[in-house]
C-alpha cells in the first residue's frame, strides 16, 4: 500500500511568488492535514480537509489556503511569499472512523525556500 | 484544550546506554496518546500509541511507552540506543471523538553519541 506522497520534495520561490504543494494520501483516506515545520515554532497545524471541505483551520494568514479533489488529493496555495514562509511542509492522512482510525500518517514533506 | 509538553528539548546519550524522553499532557477528557519519530528531512513516522488497555505499550525499533494517567504522562523510553536512533521525536495527544487533530509537543532532539 503506497503511502502519503508530496510533491514536489524541494521547492526554491522568489519573495512575492505564489507556491502550490501537492499531496496525495493513502488510498481509501479522506482525512488530509497540513503542518508547517520550523525550527523556531515546531509544527504547527495549518488546515484539515475532510471529502472536499475544510473542517478545520490553524492559526495562519488568509496567504495560506487550500483543497481537496473528490479524489481526496489535496493541494496547498500560499501566495505573496514571505522569508518567513520557508519551512517544511508536511502532509498527512487519516482514515476517519473511531475503529479504524487513530493515528496520521505523514508524507515526506515539501521543502520550501524563500529567498 | 489539550496541550502537550516534552520536557528536554535535546537529550544526548551514548550508544548502548539507555534513554528515557518526556511527555506530560494536559485533557480534560480521555485521550489517545502518540509517539512519532522524525529523521532529518523526512516526515513523520509512528513509533507506537496508547489507545487503551494496557498501559505499558510497546512499538518499533525497541521503543516503548508507559501511560500514567495520574501524572498524566506518556514517557518514552528505550534500554538501549543505537546511532540510528538519533533523530527528532515528537510526542502527540488527541481525544477519542473529537477532532481528529492531534496536538504536537514541541519536539525533542534525540543525539546519540558513539
Known amino acids: 500500500k503506497a503511502g502519503v506522497t508530496q510533491t514536489p520534495r524541494y521547492l526554491i520561490k522568489t519573495r512575492g511568488q505564489q507556491v502550490t504543494l501537492s499531496c496525495s494520501p493513502i488510498s481509501g483516506h479522506r482525512s488530509v492535514s497540513w503542518y508547517q515545520q520550523t525550527p523556531g515554532q515546531g509544527l504547527q497545524f495549518l488546515f484539515e480537509y475532510f471529502s472536499e471541505t475544510q473542517r478545520n483551520k490553524g492559526n495562519f494568514p488568509g496567504r495560506f489556503s487550500g483543497r481537496q479533489f473528490s479524489n481526496s488529493r489535496s493541494e496547498m496555495n500560499v501566495s505573496t511569499l514571505e522569508l518567513g514562509d520557508s519551512a517544511l511542509y508536511l502532509c498527512?492522512?487519516?482514515?476517519?472512523?473511531?475503529?479504524?482510525?487513530?493515528?496520521?500518517?505523514f508524507g515526506q514533506g515539501t521543502r520550501l525556500t524563500v529567498v | 484544550a489539550q496541550s502537550v509538553t516534552q520536557l528536554d528539548s535535546q537529550v544526548p546519550v551514548f550508544e548502548e546506554a539507555p534513554v528515557e524522553l518526556r511527555c506530560n499532557y494536559s485533557?480534560?477528557?480521555?485521550?489517545?496518546l502518540f509517539w512519532y519519530v522524525q529523521y532529518p528531512n523526512q516526515g513523520l513516522q509512528l513509533l507506537l500509541k496508547?489507545?487503551?488497555?494496557?498501559?505499558l505499550v510497546k512499538g518499533i525499533n525497541g521503543f516503548e511507552a508507559e501511560f500514567n494517567k495520574s501524572q498524566t504522562s506518556f514517557h518514552l523510553r528505550k534500554p538501549s540506543v543505537h546511532i540510528s536512533d538519533t533523530a527528532e521525536y515528537f510526542c502527540?495527544?488527541?481525544?477519542?471523538?473529537?477532532?481528529?487533530?492531534?496536538?504536537f509537543g514541541r519536539g525533542t532532539s534525540l543525539i546519540v553519541h558513539p
Open positions: 502527540a495527544v488527541r481525544s477519542p471523538g473529537g477532532s481528529y487533530i492531534p496536538t
Open positions: 498527512a492522512s487519516s482514515f476517519l472512523t473511531e475503529e479504524m482510525n487513530t493515528e496520521a500518517f
Open positions: 485533557s480534560s477528557v480521555s485521550v489517545y
Open positions: 496508547y489507545l487503551s488497555g494496557s498501559t
